[in-house]
């Protein structure tokens, strides 16, 4: 049953791609050397797909770790939310899901996610779900998404980021990983039309994985190239 539940939702975005009102790609570069569980040094090259449709909207991530000792491994993630309630509400409500994908598990997420509209924001979203884990019990996560941009001078900046919060069972700790980017779009002084942004990614994870005492205080070099 999980099984099929996972090919629906994966396929159910794909099927409404005629739908889509906007849409953008990028790849992101991530050099690290604070990583917590594992080789602490890595490079992490990660495809990201963001689309808006009149049923909702889709985020889709796919991570390519590469420790600097060890074997290179894949995670990924994709997020469809199905929009349920747009004009009855004073904000716009999803049915919200997300499937979570790496070496040897398979999760899955659902429940409910709003828009929140807050002056100078260009997006943020508050996303309640409840988790169908593979190797743990299952449990509750929250999620609060963002992102701002800003201008220094002529430069454009933006600063992006969630926090997922998760609930504490018999069988992994409570915790929570906070993470953020900032970065200023360098394109245009390299001759590109589109956006290459150059910061930093910053991650604090407590109880990384639900480990007890494990916490992870992580600062990367960050190159992002929208195409």
């Not at 004073?90 to 994908?101: D, G, L, N, Q, S």
């Not at 790496?102 to 979203?125: E, K, M, N, S």
């Not at 449990?139 to 933006?158: A, I, R």
Request: charged fraction near 15%; aromatic fraction near 16%; glycine fraction near 10%.
């Amino acid at each position: 049953m999980k099984k099929v539940v996972l090919w629906w939702l994966a396929m159910l975005p794909v099927s409404a791609l005629a739908n889509v009102q906007w849409s953008n790609y990028s790849l992101t570069y991530l050099r690290g050397e604070h990583y917590a569980v594992g080789d602490p040094a890595r490079q992490v090259v990660t495809f990201e797909y963001t689309a808006a449709a009149d049923w909702g909207g889709v985020f889709l991530f796919i991570d390519r770790i590469h420790p600097d000792s060890g074997d290179a491994s894949t995670y990924g993630e994709l997020t469809p939310r199905f929009l349920i309630a747009k004009d009855a509400l004073p904000v716009p409500v999803y049915i919200a899901t997300t499937i979570e994908k790496g070496h040897g598990f398979t999760h899955l997420l659902y429940g409910l996610g709003v828009d929140v509209p807050l002056p100078g924001f260009r997006y943020a979203q508050l996303n309640l779900y409840r988790r169908i884990n593979d190797d743990k019990d299952d449990n509750w996560q929250l999620t609060p998404v963002w992102g701002v941009p800003f201008s220094v001078g002529e430069s454009q900046w933006l600063f992006s980021g969630f926090v997922d919060w998760v609930s504490g069972t018999r069988t992994n700790a409570s915790g929570y990983h906070f993470n953020a980017q900032i970065g200023v779009d360098v394109g245009s002084y390299v001759g590109l039309d589109s956006t290459l942004r150059v910061g930093i990614e910053y991650a604090h994870w407590k109880n990384k994985f639900g480990i007890q005492g494990v916490t992870e205080n992580n600062a990367n070099l960050m190159l992002k190239w929208y195409f």
